[in-house]
């Protein structure tokens, strides 16, 4: 079956890092794209990060450059989000995703470009 499950989320203090981890079962994660997702409350899902399918290529939105890092372990067949300078407004649902097909170059994930998803974990920045 294909899966992915997230973990890694929970109370950070602004400034302070965590790292988010993502499993994946069924596939080998060097054959797609993935990407992590958030979900605030009151707010849209958004794309925070992506890589190739190659992981020679990834993206970040600017407000997340410097600061957020996406990898790759085939090893482990897991997918990574390294976070620092938490920032209150970065508290939301967090979800890793595969993509429906490889991408040799990746930009801002769409929703609809991934079809695989995990449960999301939690994080919460706060004082």
């Known amino acids: 079956q294909l899966q992915l499950v997230e973990s890694g989320g929970g109370l950070v203090q602004p400034g302070g890092s965590l790292r988010l981890s993502c499993a994946a079962s069924?596939?080998?994660?060097?054959?797609?794209?993935m990407a992590w997702f958030r979900q605030a409350p009151g707010k849209e899902r958004e794309g925070v990060s992506a890589?190739?399918?190659?992981?020679?290529?990834?993206y970040y939105p600017d407000s997340m450059k410097g600061r957020f890092t996406i990898s790759k372990d085939v090893a482990e067949n897991s997918v990574y989000l390294q976070m620092s300078s938490l920032q209150p407004e970065d508290t939301a649902v967090y979800y890793c995703?595969?993509?429906?097909?490889?991408?040799?170059?990746?930009?801002?994930?769409?929703?609809?470009?991934?079809?695989?998803w995990g449960q999301g974990t939690q994080v919460t920045v706060s004082s």
């Open positions: 995703a595969r993509s429906a097909r490889p991408f040799a170059r990746v930009g801002l994930p769409r929703t609809n470009d991934y079809a695989i």
């Open positions: 069924g596939f080998s994660v060097d054959d797609y794209a």
């Open positions: 890589i190739s399918s190659s992981g020679e290529n990834a």
